[in-house]
């Protein structure tokens, strides 16, 4: 019997999920609490899309070499889509700066340390509509989880969610990929079940500026300052 499993969140943890799972022939459906990025580009998206559930949208977003590394080898279709919209390799060599660079060896390994970046609407763009196109994946948009659905007692077992409007979407597997305004405690709380959490803050402060290059004109070289 084919496994079903149902991801609150289309995020990064919710798309990776897909695209983990749905390869091993499970059914994955992805509900998210917005709505679908709008039709057309990276710039649409990077304007347009009313995605709340991401604070963070429209923040630049980077890749680190792992798992750039894991989408070359495992989806190479997605990291091309993702370099035809626009999203950017960074290799080591390029990020060197000359006070680095006087002292570096190169070493054939250097060649896998490349992080990719771009807009966040980019990159969630190109990988949703990737994740979307695959067999055994659905993406339900506007779908606010409210709560979790189960059965039995001790151990209990989660066998699907709520939505808000009452429809239940029932799953062998539930994957909490909400983010950071998860409500995976509160929910299983609601059914009994008590699990500690601890948050500290992370006392960073993030602000984003992004630059379009006019016409005919060119980056200026890195390497000056670190
Ligand atoms: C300013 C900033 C910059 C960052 N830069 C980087 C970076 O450069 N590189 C990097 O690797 N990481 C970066 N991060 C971290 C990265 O963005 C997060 O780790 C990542 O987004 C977490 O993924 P997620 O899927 O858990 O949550 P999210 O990506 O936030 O996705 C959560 C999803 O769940 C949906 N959702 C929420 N509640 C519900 C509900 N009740 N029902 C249905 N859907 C719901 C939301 O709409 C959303 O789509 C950055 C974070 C911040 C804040």
Redesign the pocket.
């Known amino acids: 019997m084919t496994e079903t499993v149902a991801v609150?969140?289309?995020?990064?943890?919710?798309?990776?999920t897909a695209l983990a799972l749905a390869p091993t022939g499970r059914k994955v459906t992805l509900?998210?609490?917005?709505p679908p990025p709008p039709p057309g580009d990276a710039d649409e998206a990077f304007t347009g899309w009313a995605?709340?559930?991401?604070?963070?949208l429209r923040?630049?977003?980077?890749?680190?070499a792992r798992?750039r590394g894991i989408i070359r080898d495992e989806h190479p279709a997605l990291l091309e889509a993702l370099n035809a919209a626009g999203c950017r390799e960074l290799g080591l060599d390029g990020m060197l700066t000359d006070r680095h660079r006087k002292r570096w060896r190169p070493r054939p390994e250097d060649a896998d340390l490349v992080v990719l970046?771009s807009r966040?609407t980019t990159m969630?763009l190109v990988i949703r509509r990737y994740v979307e196109a695959m067999p055994n994946v659905e993406i339900r948009s506007e779908?606010?989880?409210?709560g979790l659905d189960a059965s039995g007692e001790a151990p209990l077992k989660v066998t699907g969610v709520r939505?808000?409007g009452g429809e239940t979407v029932a799953a062998d597997l539930v994957v909490d990929?909400?983010?950071?305004?998860?409500?995976a405690f509160d929910q299983l709380a609601d059914l009994g079940v008590q699990i500690g959490e601890t948050a500290e803050d992370a006392g960073?402060l993030?602000f984003?500026r992004h630059y379009r290059l006019r016409p005919g004109q060119v980056e200026p070289p890195r390497g000056g300052a670190p």
């Open positions: 609150i969140g289309a995020g990064m943890a919710g798309l990776w509900l998210d609490r917005d995605h709340r559930g991401v604070t963070h923040h630049s977003h980077a890749f680190l798992l970046t966040r969630e779908a606010f989880v409210e939505l808000r990929a909400s983010g950071r305004t998860s409500s960073i993030y984003t």
